[in-house]
């Protein structure tokens, strides 16, 4: 579609006279009536009835016309949107499920502080994603990490659990006490191995999907598990405790294809985050 015969459209529905819609566009008359058999012609509809005296709106102009206006609006911003930078970068961030709320928090502060005015779009966690905030064990094969933040596995012992009295727990006290998994979760089998090391056994109560689900099992009572620290930091209905074995954690970062450093401002934010030790929770 060309611009120009939208021009002339619109000058013509306005004005409701060929002549004064030329002179608006600094075109001859005829320029202007050829426009129009034109643009009627693309779009199969007839705008104008002509008279001597003017035109004569009909029925399928009165619908072009915002639309018009609107296209016109948007290609006229376009140089000043530039001249002025107002033109905002996009940048496609993945976010995966379950990192702590205050990290979050805190890398959108970081970055808009490094970076200026972003047009963020947030999805869940893709190839297709500029980069991800994801934990390290969910990188893409052929990304490159960059670590940001280490976060422990901390034992979690609801408010129900006669383990709740003891200062510390022993991996032996964990034995036959109601467990909540999360078999997708990237500490499942270090966390199976506390147990099965020293010869005990878990005694099963669910298994889950994703930490949200296992959080709200251990609001609930339901039974114990080993959760990220700031994951659980400011929830209720359990609380943390020491215990003698072996820590876990796990490590938050960026992922990110070489071809995303092709953008100015996820090249800036990638060398400002190399450079810099932040500390984000």
Same mark, same amino acid.
């Given at each position: ?23 608006? =566009? ?8 050829? /426009? ?12 104008f ?10 029925e399928?102009?009165h ?10 609006g ?10 002025e /930078? ?7 961030? /993945?976010?995966?499920?379950s ?12 970055a ?6 972003i047009?963020w ?5 893709s ?28 034992? =979690? ?15 032996e006290?964990?034995?036959?006490e109601?467990?909540?998994?999360c078999?997708p =979760? ?13 010869g ?7 298994? =889950? ?19 990220p620290?700031y ?13 003698? /074995? ?21 090249a ?14």
């Amino acid at each position: 579609m060309d611009a120009r015969l939208l021009r002339f459209f619109v000058a013509v529905y306005e004005e409701q006279n060929l002549s004064r819609a030329a002179e608006k =566009c600094f075109v001859s008359q005829p320029n202007i009536s050829n /426009g129009l058999k034109q643009l009627e012609e693309s779009i199969g509809k007839e705008l104008f009835t002509r008279h001597k005296r003017g035109v004569e709106i009909k029925e399928d102009a009165h619908y072009l016309y915002p639309i018009a206006k609107r296209i016109l609006g948007e290609l006229n911003a376009i140089p000043q949107m530039f001249k002025e /930078g107002d033109f905002k970068s996009k940048i496609i961030i /993945g976010i995966a499920d379950s990192l702590p709320q205050s990290f979050k928090n805190k890398f959108f502060q970081k970055a808009a502080e490094i970076l200026g005015e972003i047009e963020w779009d947030v999805r869940p966690i893709s190839r297709d994603c500029d980069i991800n905030l994801l934990i390290r064990e969910w990188k893409f094969e052929e990304h490159l990490f960059l670590p940001l933040q280490k976060e422990n596995y901390v034992l =979690c012992i609801p408010n129900n659990n006669p383990l709740i009295e003891k200062e510390v727990v022993n991996i032996e006290d964990l034995s036959g006490e109601p467990f909540i998994h999360c078999p997708p =979760c990237e500490a499942h089998q270090q966390s199976l191995a506390i147990l099965n090391n020293s010869g005990e056994k878990w005694n099963t109560v669910a298994n =889950c999907q994703s930490k949200n689900e296992v959080l709200t099992l251990l609001m609930a009572g339901l039974g114990i598990t080993f959760l990220p620290e700031y994951f659980v930091k400011d929830w209720k209905g359990f609380q943390i405790k020491p215990h003698n /074995g072996p820590q876990n954690f796990r490590e938050i970062g960026l992922s990110y294809a070489q071809k995303s450093l092709k953008n100015d401002k996820i090249a800036q934010l990638i060398e400002y985050l190399s450079n810099n030790q932040l500390s984000f929770i």
